[in-house]
């Protein structure tokens, strides 16, 4: 249980917490609390469907197995690609984050030509360290989660007793007009509750344990963004490329900045590690099912570990994180994730019955109303890289037909 939550957090809590704030605060002003709370209410019914999906499989592969047992292999494989582009886009977003809470610590890792190097090599380098297994990966993950949420409590338990009613008034200083969009935005930072059930195949009991895990990975994050924010305004935070940093200075001085940075770049790391975990299975799940080339599935002989799958998705993630800025990067993912919702959403529908299928037909409607609010651009650009999944699907089918054919083994 405590490694699935560990996961879970993860997830969720990374570059979020820390980057969006300041432009909350100048979109919405004291509203922006609004945001935060809005997302994370419509965000429970999709967590409740995650949980109640988690009590019908244990297998590897999160929403692509979901997918599966409703729709079948066919619709399954776009779901589970979808899912890994998810991931990879994710991953690429964050790690691109992690440069701008590196400079009080190394000011050149934060400037080019650096700043564009540091996201792949820390791709690359989880990625190697995934390939040697799944215990020391979750073991950095535990230590992560944990060491990422000190800086935010003492943000938080500190920086209350800083807060000032007056920066609160007035409470809806710019309109609500920019809401929809700020509520697209922190999607971003409240996904991720979803991988829970993602290696359900390498847990114990991963029935009873991922639908607890999911929950709490909603609960516990949405109360710290909230408590988070509250501060940020109640101390006159401002709009900058580290706010929580800045914010922490007029309350606790120099060394509660120092912690907040070195909290960022904590945070930021444990998301990464837990994404690089995570992202492989997808793969591997579809290359299971034959939907993608086999080799994607080969497990290391000493290791145990999808060896090409971790590798494949750490080399596609290092690429997208030098070609979009993270800006991109969260929109992307935000739309990404709201269709692999919108699916898992219908598979609930068709496998529940009574309230679980009424929880799936509004979790389906709350899938569609944040979707609404994407722009074309990064619609388009998903809906490519999903074409170039379905063409290689079924280029694989095809070429291991021929092989078949040929009295081959697709499989070798």
């Known amino acids: 249980m405590f490694d699935a939550l560990c ?9 979020g917490v820390y980057l969006f704030p300041g432009t909350l605060a100048q979109k919405l002003g004291p509203a ?52 890994w582009v998810t991931s990879v886009i994710s991953w690429a977003a964050v790690a691109n984050a992690l440069p701008s809470y590196l400079e009080p610590f190394a000011p050149a890792l934060a400037r080019e030509p650096y700043g564009r190097i540091v996201p792949s090599v820390l791709v690359l380098g989880l990625a190697g360290l995934n390939v040697r297994g799944v215990k020391p990966s979750a073991r950095l993950l535990d230590a992560f989660t944990a060491l990422k949420l000190v800086p935010l409590v003492f943000f938080v338990l500190v920086g209350l007793s800083a807060v000032r009613a007056a920066e609160f008034r007035p409470f809806v200083p710019h309109g609500l007009t920019a809401l ?18 993602v290696p359900g195949g390498e847990m114990r009991e991963a029935r009873r344990v991922v639908p607890r895990a999911v929950l709490w990975s ?25 706010p929580l940093v800045d914010a922490a200075r007029t309350f606790a001085g120099g060394s509660g900045a120092t912690l907040l940075a070195l909290g960022g770049v904590v945070s930021m790391l444990g998301f990464n590690a837990g994404t690089a975990l995570c992202t492989p299975r997808y793969l591997q799940a579809l290359a299971d099912e034959g939907l993608l080339p086999r080799v994607l599935a080969k497990v290391h002989s000493r290791y145990a570990t999808p060896a090409v799958a ?9 690429v997208i994180a030098e070609l979009f800025d993270f800006e991109h990067l969260v929109d992307l993912a935000a739309l990404a994730v709201l269709a692999q919702y919108l699916a898992s959403s219908a598979a609930l529908v068709r496998l529940g019955s009574g309230r679980l299928r009424l929880l799936g037909a509004v979790s389906v409607l709350v899938s569609l109303s944040f979707g609404a609010q994407g722009e074309l651009a990064p619609i388009a650009i998903l809906g490519g890289l999903t074409l170039a999944g379905v063409v290689l699907a079924v280029g694989t089918r095809f070429f291991a037909g021929r092989a078949r054919a040929r009295g081959l083994n697709p499989d070798r």
């Open 7 to 15: 996961l879970g957090v993860n997830a969720v809590v990374g570059s």
């Open 218 to 242: 909603l609960f516990f994050p949405a109360l710290l963004y909230l408590l988070v924010q509250l501060v940020f305004l109640g101390v006159g935070g401002r709009p900058t490329r580290a």
């Open 180 to 197: 929809p969009a700020m509520a697209l935005m922190t999607v971003f930072a409240y996904q991720g509750f979803e991988v829970v059930g």
């Open 310 to 318: 971790i590798v494949a998705s750490g080399v596609v993630t290092a």
């Open 32 to 83: 922006s609390l609004v945001a935060w709370l809005l997302t994370g209410i419509l965000c429970l019914p999709l967590a409740l469907t995650f949980a109640a999906l988690g009590t019908m499989e244990d297998r590897t592969g999160g929403s692509f197995r979901y997918a599966e047992l409703a729709f079948g292999k066919g619709i399954a494989f776009v779901v589970g690609w979808s899912a």
